[in-house]
C-alpha cells in the first residue's frame, strides 16, 4: 500500500501569484481547466496500489473542504485535508501528522510540492525507490541551466549508484545543473531522521531561545533541514526524469503550464481537448480545453493554447490565444485575447485588445526553465509580463490592456499599457 | 461672359510634401486624395465655378505624373492647367515672379493658393471684397484658438492691414493669415525672381503703402499638410457636408457621424462606422470591423474584427484580421499588416510587410 502527501502551504504563500490567488488558493487555481492541485490527484490515483492523498497545508478548511470532496468522489481514492495550526514548513507539517502518515503501514509514501506542474513520472520514481532498499528517499531531479540551477535545490549525484552525495538548496555559486524538483517517494523510517533533526530543534529552543520568533518552534525545512544532512550518507538516492517539469510561482508560469498540460491530454485525456467537430461551437486552433457550460459564438476563433472555464460567455469574432478565461467571464464581440488570464466573472467589451507578453523558457537553451522575473525592473518600470486581470473587472470596449495587472472588482475606463491598477 | 471670366490663379504646389510621408512617397501631395479627392481639386474645382479659367501650377518636382492624371481632371472641368517649374525653391513669393507671363495676360486680379489648404473656398465672396476696396491686395484670414503659435495679422475696422507679428508672446489677434490671397498684376512688379517669401518680403511692405485688405474666413479652415492635421481637417470638411451636402455622406446600418464612402467601397457585416471617416474606391471593409476618425485610400482590404482609430491607410494595404491601429497610424502604398498585430502612431513605408507589433510611435523603414 502506499500513500501521498501533497504539500500546499498556505495564504501568506503564493504571493507571486497575485492577484490571482486573492480570490482564489493558489493550488485551486485551474490549469488546463483543472485546479492546479488536481493534476496531482490525478498523477496519484493512477497508481493502483495507492490508497490514500493528505493535503497538506494551513488554509482554512472551508477553502479546501468541498474540493476534497468532489475529488474522493471523482477518483474514488481517500483524500483528507490536514489543515496546520501555522505554517510548520515542508519537513515540519509531514512531521507533524506523522502519524496519520504512517497509519496502516504503507510501504512507502510520495511527498508532491503542491506548486510544481509536471508530467508526473511517479510509477518509475516508485520503482526507483523500492531498488534500493538501504533508501529513506528518492528525490526527482531534472537537469536546468548553469544560471538556473541557482534558484533551485541543487544536487550532486553518483553516477553509478545515483547516490545524492551533496545537496545545496537554492546556492550561491554553481554546484550542479541537476535540480531537486520538490517530488519525492520516502520510506516510512524517514521519521526517524525528520524526527531527530525535530528534536534538535526543540532542544536548541529551550538552550537559547529561537533566533526566528515569526516561527513555531516546530518549523523544519524538508531541503536544508533534511535532505543537506542526509546527503552523502548513502539513504538518498535520485532519480532523472527527462518529462516536462516546472514550478507554478508567478501567473506567466500558469500559461506556460496550462500549454503543456493541455498537450498532456493529447495523449492521456483527448475528451477535454475541444475540436471543431465535437464542440461546433467556433473554429478551434489546438490545443484548447472548452468546458461544456461555455456558450461560444461559432465566429470566434480560439487557440492555440486556451482554457476556458465554467459559464463563459465568448461573442461574435472573438480571438484568443496563448490564454486562461475564468469562470463566468464574458468577451464581448471582435475582442482579441492573447497571452493574459481573464479572472473570473470579469467583462471585456467589443474591439477590445487584452494583450501581455511571455515570459517563457528560452527556446534556444537545452533545459531553460521558465524564468519568474521580478515585478519591476533595476529603473523601477514594470517588467513586461502577461496580462492579468483579477476577479470581476470590467475593461470597457474599444480600450487596449498591455503588460498589465488590473486588481479584482475594478471597474476600467480607459486603456491601460505596463501598469498595475490596485 | 461674366466679368470673372477669364480669371487666373496660381497654386503653390512647391517641393516634396515631406510632412505628408510615407504618403507622398507614391504620389505627389496635390494628388493624395482628401475625402476621396485630390486636394488639388478641391481647390481647382472651387476655382472654376467662379470663372477662372486658366489654373498655373507651381511645381518643382515630380511634374510629369501630376501633368498626366491632372490633364483628364483639367479637360472634365474645362480648365487650362498651366505648369510653371521652378528649378531651384523659390519660396512663397518667387513662383509668382515665375508665373508673370501668364499672370500678366489679362489685367484682371489673379488668385494665390498654397496647395495644401482645405476649407469652403469663398471666392466669389472674395472677389467681390477685394474689388470693393480697390487695392493690391486681399489676404484670406482665419481665426485660431491659439494665435501665438503662428503669424498673426492686424488690421483697422476698415479691413485694412496695418502690420503682420510672428508668433506674438502677447494677445494681438487672433486672425492668421491663411494661405489664400488676391493680387492685382501690378503686385508682380514688387517681386524679384529670386527665393522670396511672400509673407515676410511682400506682403509687409504692401501693408505699408496701405495696399492690403484682410478678407475674412467664415466657417473651417485646415492646413493639411501632415498627417495629423489631414485628419483633422477631414473632420472639420465632413462636418461642413453635413451642412452643405447631407446627400453626399454615407448612410446605412452601424453608421455613426459623418462618413463618406465611395459607391464602389463594399462593406462587410456588424461594422461600426465613424464618425468621421473616409473610405476610398474600391476598398474592401470585411465584417466586424470597427473604424472611427480614419482615412482610407483606394483599393484597401481591411480584413474581419479590426479596430481602426486616426490612421490614414495608404492605397491597396492590406491590414489583417484583429488588428489595432490607433496613434496617427500611416501606411503608406501597399502595406501588409499581419493579423492580431497592434500599430499606435506607426509611420510605415510603402510596400513594407508589418508581423510584429509597433507599440510606441516609429517610423518603420
Known amino acids: ?422 | 461672359m461674366s466679368d470673372q471670366s477669364g480669371m487666373r490663379a496660381l497654386i503653390l504646389v512647391g517641393g516634396y510634401g515631406t510632412r505628408l510621408r510615407p504618403l507622398t512617397l507614391s504620389r505627389p501631395k496635390p494628388l493624395v486624395e482628401f475625402a476621396n479627392k485630390p486636394i488639388l481639386l478641391h481647390q481647382v474645382e472651387a476655382l472654376v465655378k467662379v470663372g477662372v479659367t486658366e489654373v498655373i501650377l507651381a511645381v518643382s518636382y515630380r511634374a510629369e505624373q501630376m501633368e498626366q492624371e491632372l490633364a483628364d481632371e483639367a479637360k472634365k472641368l474645362g480648365v487650362k492647367m498651366v505648369f510653371s517649374h521652378e528649378t531651384e525653391p523659390l519660396g512663397t513669393a518667387g513662383p509668382i515672379a515665375l508665373a508673370g507671363e501668364h499672370l500678366r495676360k489679362s489685367d484682371k486680379p489673379f488668385f494665390v493658393l498654397n496647395s495644401d489648404i482645405i476649407c469652403d473656398f469663398p471666392f466669389k465672396k472674395l472677389i467681390e471684397f477685394h474689388k470693393s476696396h480697390g487695392k493690391e491686395g486681399t489676404i484670406v484670414v482665419t481665426k485660431v484658438e491659439e494665435p501665438s503659435k503662428y503669424g498673426v495679422v492686424v488690421y483697422n475696422e476698415q479691413k485694412c492691414i496695418e502690420s503682420f507679428v510672428e508668433k506674438p508672446q502677447e494677445f494681438i489677434s487672433n486672425k492668421i493669415n491663411a494661405g489664400l490671397y488676391v493680387l492685382n498684376p501690378s503686385v508682380i512688379d514688387r517681386i524679384e525672381l529670386k527665393p522670396t517669401s511672400i509673407e515676410k518680403e511682400v506682403f509687409p511692405n504692401m501693408a505699408t503703402d496701405n495696399q492690403l485688405f484682410a478678407f475674412e474666413l467664415e466657417g473651417f479652415w485646415m492646413d493639411v499638410g501632415q498627417p495629423k492635421d489631414f485628419l483633422i481637417g477631414m473632420c472639420l470638411y465632413l462636418k461642413h457636408l453635413r451642412s452643405a451636402d447631407p446627400e453626399k455622406l454615407y448612410r446605412g446600418p452601424g453608421v455613426i457621424g459623418n462618413v463618406l464612402v465611395d459607391p464602389t467601397a463594399k462593406i462587410g457585416k456588424s461594422c461600426q462606422i465613424g464618425p468621421n471617416v473616409t473610405i476610398g474606391p474600391g476598398v474592401v471593409i470585411e465584417d466586424g470591423v470597427c473604424i472611427k476618425r480614419t482615412t482610407i485610400l483606394r483599393d484597401a482590404t481591411i480584413r474581419s474584427n479590426t479596430w481602426l482609430e486616426s490612421c490614414i491607410i495608404g492605397w491597396r494595404c492590406t491590414v489583417g484580421q484583429w488588428v489595432r491601429m490607433e496613434g496617427i497610424t500611416v501606411l503608406g502604398e501597399d502595406v501588409i499588416v499581419k493579423d492580431e498585430t497592434y500599430i499606435n502612431g506607426g509611420q510605415v513605408l510603402p510596400h513594407k510587410n508589418i508581423g510584429d507589433s509597433v507599440r510606441t510611435p516609429q517610423i518603420i523603414m
Not at chain 1, 492541485?37 to 473542504?65: D, M, N, R, S, W
Not at chain 1, 549508484?161 to 523510517?189: A, D, R
Not at chain 1, 502577461?386 to 472588482?409: K, M
Open chain 1, 1 to 422: 500500500m502506499l500513500k501521498a502527501v501533497i504539500l500546499i502551504g498556505g495564504p501568506l504563500k503564493g504571493t507571486r501569484f497575485r492577484p490571482l490567488s486573492l480570490d482564489i488558493p493558489k493550488p485551486l487555481f485551474p490549469v488546463a481547466g483543472l485546479p492546479v492541485i488536481q493534476h496531482h490527484i490525478e498523477a496519484c490515483a493512477a497508481i493502483k496500489e495507492l490508497k490514500e492523498i493528505l493535503i497538506i497545508g494551513f488554509y482554512p478548511v472551508t477553502q479546501l473542504q468541498q474540493f476534497v470532496n468532489d475529488m474522493q468522489l471523482q477518483y474514488n481514492v481517500t483524500i483528507k485535508y490536514l489543515q496546520e495550526f501555522t505554517a510548520l514548513g515542508t519537513a515540519g507539517g509531514l512531521y507533524h501528522f506523522r502519524d496519520q502518515i504512517r497509519s496502516g503501514s504503507p510501504e512507502a509514501f510520495f511527498v508532491l510540492n503542491g506548486d510544481v506542474c509536471a508530467d508526473f513520472p511517479l510509477r518509475e520514481l516508485y520503482k526507483a525507490h523500492k531498488e534500493r532498499s538501504d533508501g529513506l528517499l528518492t528525490v526527482m531531479t531534472t537537469e536546468a541551466t548553469r544560471l538556473q540551477s541557482l534558484n533551485f535545490g541543487c544536487m550532486v549525484v553518483d553516477k553509478g549508484t545515483q547516490e545524492i552525495t551533496h545537496y545545496v538548496e537554492k546556492p550561491s555559486s554553481y554546484v550542479s545543473t541537476l535540480i531537486n524538483c520538490g517530488i519525492y517517494v520516502f520510506s516510512l523510517k524517514i521519521f526517524n531522521i525528520i524526527g531527530e533533526a525535530f528534536n534538535t530543534k526543540q532542544d536548541e529552543f529551550y538552550k537559547n531561545g529561537s533566533n526566528n520568533v515569526n516561527r513555531d518552534t516546530g518549523y523544519l525545512q524538508l531541503e536544508q533541514d533534511i535532505l543537506t544532512p542526509l546527503a552523502g550518507s548513502g539513504k538518498m538516492f535520485a532519480l532523472q526524469t527527462r518529462n516536462w517539469w516546472s514550478q507554478l510561482k508567478t501567473a506567466s508560469s500558469a500559461i506556460y503550464a496550462n500549454r503543456h498540460y493541455l498537450e498532456l491530454y493529447k495523449e492521456r485525456h483527448p475528451e477535454r481537448l475541444a475540436t471543431e467537430k465535437k464542440s461546433e461551437k467556433c473554429s478551434i486552433t489546438p490545443d484548447v480545453h472548452i468546458d461544456n457550460t461555455a456558450v461560444i459564438h461559432p465566429t470566434a476563433v480560439i487557440g492555440p493554447n486556451v482554457s476556458v472555464g465554467t459559464g463563459v460567455r465568448i461573442g461574435a469574432g472573438v480571438r484568443i490565444r496563448e490564454s486562461i478565461i475564468l469562470d463566468a467571464a464574458i468577451i464581448e464581440d471582435r475582442s482579441l485575447i492573447l497571452h493574459s488570464i481573464i479572472g473570473r466573472n470579469s467583462h471585456i467589451g467589443k474591439w477590445a485588445r487584452v494583450e501581455g507578453t511571455p515570459s517563457d523558457p528560452d527556446p534556444n537553451k537545452p533545459f531553460a526553465k521558465m524564468e519568474n522575473p521580478r515585478l519591476f525592473n533595476n529603473d523601477g518600470r514594470l517588467n513586461p509580463s502577461i496580462t492579468i486581470l483579477g476577479c470581476s473587472v470590467s475593461v470597457p470596449s474599444e480600450t487596449i490592456l498591455l503588460n498589465s495587472i488590473v486588481l479584482p472588482n475594478k471597474e476600467l475606463s480607459r486603456s491601460i499599457k505596463n501598469e498595475i491598477i490596485l
